[in-house]
């Protein structure tokens, strides 16, 4: 679901603007350390929960215009080998077909980042600071998969904005499980649990508006195995957008920085 050994450093070279974008849940991604032998788990295919994962790709698909808000505890290696918590706070907003903006907060480097069918532009509002790069001619699931720099391990939502959220969420899947019903803040769930190599994923999806709403991933390799957790919250599907939602505001004086791509498509 997720992907490599986490950043180490959050600014230089390569621009975290972008990390607020990256992650997958559908692909395990190995861990540059030496990987330590593992008990696979055991494969079942529950045609149900891969129903109810088809039923919410189609709704995030089917949608002309997105908005959502994420909360995450992301794990990052401390010089000392444990894996620390950082909380961010992101709200994203897509038009179809070219439109995306995503705002990062929290732990994180507070960050902005726009695509707007001509450029990517990722911008530190507070450092005053920026990267950007030519994307004309692209399409979104392009940018989503090769453009953005920074580390895929910090946004484990990617996979559901691209054009086709099913295909990429079951990617390698070597089982699927429904495991019931349970309530987040207030919604009643229906409870999935996904394995994909070197990696547990769950998944809790409303039962009416077939919306994500948590997700909990588990790596299961290397001598330690860290675990994420986000939160889906402020679901607006085909609402209007409005067109400043997407314009790009350079600060004053920002400095611009290499954009240095590391994106989904060199992490499989």
Request: aromatic share 8%; hydrophobic share 40%; net charge neutral.
């Amino acid at each position: 679901m997720m992907g490599r050994n986490m950043m180490a450093h959050l600014v230089g070279g390569t621009f975290l603007a972008a990390t607020v974008l990256l992650g997958g849940l559908g692909t395990a991604l190995a861990d540059d350390k030496a990987e330590q032998p593992v008990t696979p788990a055991k494969e079942i295919t529950d045609q149900r929960a891969l129903k109810l994962l088809k039923d919410m790709s189609d709704t995030l698909a089917a949608a002309r215009t997105l908005a959502f808000k994420a909360r995450s505890l992301l794990p990052l290696e401390a010089p000392s080998g444990q894996y620390v918590s950082l909380f961010a706070a992101t709200r994203v907003r897509l038009q179809r077909p070219d439109r995306l903006f995503v705002e990062s907060r929290g732990d994180l480097v507070p960050t902005d980042l726009y695509y707007n069918g001509k450029t990517v532009t990722a911008i530190g509002p507070a450092k005053k600071f920026y990267a950007q790069h030519d994307a004309s001619g692209s399409t979104l699931d392009s940018v989503l998969a090769q453009e953005q720099p920074g580390a895929d391990t910090l946004a484990p939502f990617v996979d559901l904005l691209v054009s086709d959220p099913y295909a990429r969420l079951t990617k390698d899947l070597s089982s699927a499980l429904l495991v019931g019903q349970s309530t987040i803040d207030g919604v009643n769930t229906d409870h999935l649990a996904f394995t994909a190599p070197g990696v547990d994923w769950e998944l809790w999806i409303g039962t009416r508006d077939r919306l994500p709403r948590l997700v909990i991933a588990s790596y299961r390799s290397g001598e330690r195995q860290p675990t994420f957790t986000v939160e889906f919250s402020d679901w607006k599907l085909n609402a209007p957008m409005p067109t400043q939602s997407f314009e790009v505001a350079i600060p004053k004086d920002a400095v611009k920085l290499e954009f240095k791509p590391i994106g989904l498509a060199q992490s499989k």
